[in-house]
């Protein structure tokens, strides 16, 4: 059951114990596969239903977790605003506790974007180049594979992206 304090709400066990002797190159892959599977979903703020609606949060908490490489958490509840109105980097929080930041972005990564006063926004690396997303994105109204150099609102100086990998310590 979720806590609603983004808590863990079920103990799936260390990474290597979920997957064995699985690959990280299989283990991206799987990622890219589980988000790409995503794809024309409707955009709907805190949901989690494949085909039926999800936001950019949930979908990164649902494809890590669904692929056995994240133990279930939920960061519920939250405003569709909150990044408008607070300072504090909740979402970069959660994205911080599970990878470390890495410069060289590899399929399976996690991409954050800054907008309003924090980093409240992220996606998928599906390809390293061109550099290209899956993401729940509001202005499409559902999640798409979209490449970041070809986006004039993602690639932005004011979004200032960075990236983390599961498959990197955290610092």
Not at 15 to 25: E, K, W
Not at 106 to 114: A, E, K, S, T, W
């Amino acid at each position: 059951m979720p806590d609603g304090n983004g808590k863990i709400i079920e103990d799936v066990g260390r990474r290597s114990s979920v997957l064995g002797p699985l690959s990280s190159d299989r283990q991206r892959a799987m990622v890219v596969a589980e988000a790409r599977s995503w794809i024309g979903t409707p955009y709907h703020n805190c949901a989690d239903v494949k085909g039926v609606g999800v936001d950019c949060g949930m979908l990164l908490v649902r494809v890590f977790c669904d692929t056995g490489l994240c133990p279930r958490f939920d960061p519920r509840p939250y405003p569709p605003d909150w990044h408008l109105h607070r300072s504090e980097e909740r979402y970069l929080g959660f994205v911080r506790e599970r990878g470390g930041e890495v410069f060289s972005p590899r399929p399976g990564d996690l991409i954050v974007f800054r907008y309003g006063r924090c980093y409240s926004h992220g996606g998928i690396v599906t390809l390293a180049k061109p550099l290209t997303i899956v993401h729940a994105y509001h202005p499409a109204r559902c999640v798409i594979e979209e490449e970041i150099g070809k986006s004039a609102a993602l690639s932005g100086p004011l979004r200032r992206p960075r990236v983390f990998s599961f498959w990197t310590e955290r610092a």
